[in-house]
């Protein structure tokens, strides 16, 4: 009977997780392409209640893909992978995948051979 509390626990435990990733899955398609949904998600009160120390909302950084169209987006001149990578901490496989969506969503042009500019 203990054995079968303890896996139920873990079953219940993996099903929060895959929740936890649907509800951000969810959150960046309506962040990216959001506009034409009616429909809104409930959020949970834990994350509308997210606070710093003075009483202002956190600030929400984003998904990865909006991390770097902001980084290249403030360049005037362009900017590199290398400056990217140096910015945000990412693998160069990670920034060149970006980079390729980014490109075929036209959001942002390459002025060189990887310096690359907002569209």
């Given at each position: 009977m203990k054995k079968m509390k303890i896996d139920l626990q873990l079953?219940?435990?993996?099903?929060?997780a895959i929740n936890n990733q649907?509800?951000?899955?969810?959150?960046?398609?309506?962040g990216s392409a959001g506009k034409g949904f009616s429909k809104?998600?409930?959020?949970?009160?834990?994350s509308s209640r997210k606070s710093n120390a003075s009483g202002?909302?956190?600030?929400d950084p984003g998904t990865a893909f909006?991390?770097?169209i902001e980084i290249i987006s403030r360049s005037k001149q362009g900017i590199d992978t290398s400056k990217?990578?140096?910015?945000?901490?990412f693998d160069?496989?990670?920034i060149a995948n970006i980079i390729y969506k980014a490109k075929n969503r036209n959001l942002i042009r390459s002025i060189s051979?990887?310096?690359?500019?907002k569209s």
């Open positions: 079953v219940v435990k993996g099903i929060r649907l509800d951000k899955a969810i959150k960046a398609v309506e809104k998600t409930k959020v949970s009160e834990k202002k909302k956190a600030a909006d991390m770097v990217i990578k140096e910015k945000t901490g160069d496989k990670k051979k990887g310096i690359y500019v």
